[in-house]
Each structure stands twice: as structure tokens, then as C-alpha cells.
């Protein structure tokens, strides 16, 4: 013990014991944790492949028929990330009606196409029938009102000329002439709303198209702006797609790029139509509308995707019948110094240029291609 501890006080000198006695306690604890922890990841294989490559020499010549030996490749191409999108139809009307009515009869039903001006829905014009021949008699009192009226004035000017009647006489057959007519031009007015009217009655299809839905029954009443049946137009379609905003500052209206409607399997090109904020601002996103030729056989409400292009990636790629499955790994036979290793991969996208490999091997190593009779025997 040091002059310095001798001196100190009694409680000093047990603290000072203690921390050095406590720091000595858990240096040793730390250091056995450490070797328990070493010795764990050493038995489990931590410091070694998960796999051992199986190598045999090299056989002179071909391996089997048909056999090649080709180089992995790193390849580059475009790098895009996609957005999934409805179809939606650019023209969709809704057909109201224009009366209070009962629905006598609905002549359409949902998936139906219809042809423009073909009669969908009928409403019951009982009561607009009986307007209208209410307005018919009302139009025929009116002109022979006005006839009657045409012969007392043309009379009345006769007799004004051989001075039988008096001037004021005259003009009181030309005023009953006069209203005679205009009360002939109000029932006319009114005829022909009368058959306007009557006209609402029948709804017809204003475009050509499909019907997405029917909103009305038989027996139904309607009243004036209420929605009998959606419908539209499959020869103009759009896919709406829900974009992040620091991908969406990548396009631009005009730009073509790569769709897929993923239930008919279809790829093609579409031109971006428009380009506007979500609803909600806080979602920071947009939606991106794209058009193009629209193929048969697509209808609204079907799902797709568009294809973001954000420059160029490389990627590691094999043939795929480089790679053969053994239970749950996927392997490739690599060829190097006279000998074949059977090295395990882990294996990504398939693209058109062959399986990408993400694991197992590097760009120059040189695999196996069996011939398609060999791919057929593994398989099988």
C-alpha cells in the first residue's frame, strides 16, 4: 500500500479498493462473454462458407452432348422501379334522370354495350301523356280561336270601307286578332314541352359504350338529377398510377414509358397524358395518368403498372440453364484450373438476358450450360 493510502482517510482508501476490485470483475466478465460469443459463431460455421464448393477434375472434351462452358457477364441495363395503377376510362358518363318518375322498366344490365341513342331506361309517362293532350286541345281551341278571329277582322275591314262600322270597331277586331294569336303561340310553346317532357321519359344512351352499373330497379321512383346508370366509352382508356413525388420530378407529359397489365400478361408503351398532386398533401405523392392504343379485352378497373427509368445498373447474369435446383439451393458448375465446382448461388430477377445472380459468383468465372437434353433428365 502507497504512502498516499496510508495517509488518506479510512473510507477513502476502501473506495479506492472497491472500483479497482469492481473494474478488475468486469474486464474478466467482458472477456468471457467475448470467448463464449467466438466460440458460438465458430461452431455454427460463421467464419466459413455456408457451403462448400464440390470439386472434381475436368473431364477432356465435351461433358455431355451438346455442353458449352460460357463466361458470367456483367451487363448493363435500364434500372426502373414500378408504380401500380388502375384503368380507368378517360370518357365516364353518368346518365340522371331529367323527371320525378316511377322506373317502368330497365332494359340493361352491368358489362353491357350499348350502341349511341339505344333506349336503356323507361320511366312510366302516364302523367306526361295527359299533359301533353291536355296541351294538344288547349292548342286547338287556340287555333280556331285565331281563324275565328282572322275572319272578324278581315270583315271588320271591309265594312270599315264602306264606312259601316266605326274605326274604333276595326281596332277592336285587329287587338282579338292579335291576342287570338299569341294565346295560339303559347299553346304551341307548350305542346312542344309537353313532348320534351315526355321525351325524358325514355333514356337513351348518350355515347356508345359499356355499362359499369345499373343504380335503379324496376318500380323504382326517380326524382330530377338522380343517377339511373354509369357507363364508358372502352375505346379511350388511361392507367392512374399513385407516384412518390421524388420520382414523379423524373417525368414529364409527353414522355413514353414501359407499362404491363398484369392480367392479360401484356407489355407495352404508354405516353404520359397528365401529372397532378394527390388530394392529400401531406401524402407527398402524385398521380401520373398514361394513354396509349388500348388493347382489347382491358376494362376499368383492372390493375397495372408503370416503369420509372432511373438510368443504368449492372447486373451479374447466367443462362438459366446454367443452374440447376438441388432441394432448396440453386447451384452452377464452374469451371477453373482443370477442375468443375459446384458453387451455390443465390439467384434474383429473371431477365431477358438470363437469371441475375445476386450471390455465388464473380463477373469472368467461367459455368457449365448443359445441352436441353441434359436440362430435360435434371428436371425430370
Known sequence: MSRADLEAPRPARWISRGWRRAIGTLGMAALFTAGI???????AGYFEPKVKPICTETRGGPAAEGESVVEVKRIK???????VGTIRAIHEVAVASKILARVKEVRIK?????????????????????????????????????NQARTDVERARRLRAVNSISQQELEQANTAYLSAKAELE???????????????????????????DKKVNSGDTVSPGQALLTMYDPGRMQMVATVRES?????????????????????????????????????????????????PNVYSGMFGRIFIPLGEEEVLVVPPRAVRRVGQLDEVSVVADGTTCRHVVQLGRTLPEGREVLSGLQAGERVVVPGPSSSRERRS
Open 37 to 43: 460469443v467466438y466460440m458460438m459463431m465458430a461452431l
Open 77 to 83: 441495363r435500364p434500372r426502373t422501379e414500378s408504380a
Open 110 to 146: 352491368a358489362g353491357q354495350d350499348v350502341k349511341a341513342g339505344d333506349e336503356l331506361v323507361v320511366l312510366d309517362d302516364a302523367d306526361l301523356q295527359a299533359r301533353l293532350q291536355q296541351a294538344q286541345a288547349a292548342e286547338s281551341g287556340a287555333s280556331a280561336k285565331l
Open 186 to 212: 303559347r299553346a304551341q310553346q307548350a305542346v312542344k314541352e309537353a313532348q320534351i317532357l315526355q321525351g325524358y321519359a325514355s333514356i337513351r344512351a348518350p355515347i356508345g359504350g359499356v355499362v359499369v
Open 247 to 295: 420520382q414523379a420530378m423524373r417525368l414529364e407529359v409527353g414522355q413514353q414509358v414501359p407499362a404491363r397489365i398484369d392480367a392479360l400478361g401484356l407489355d407495352c408503351h404508354a405516353t404520359i397524358s397528365e401529372i397532378v398532386p394527390e388530394a392529400q398533401a401531406e401524402s407527398r405523392s402524385f398521380q401520373v395518368k398514361v394513354t396509349g392504343p388500348c388493347p
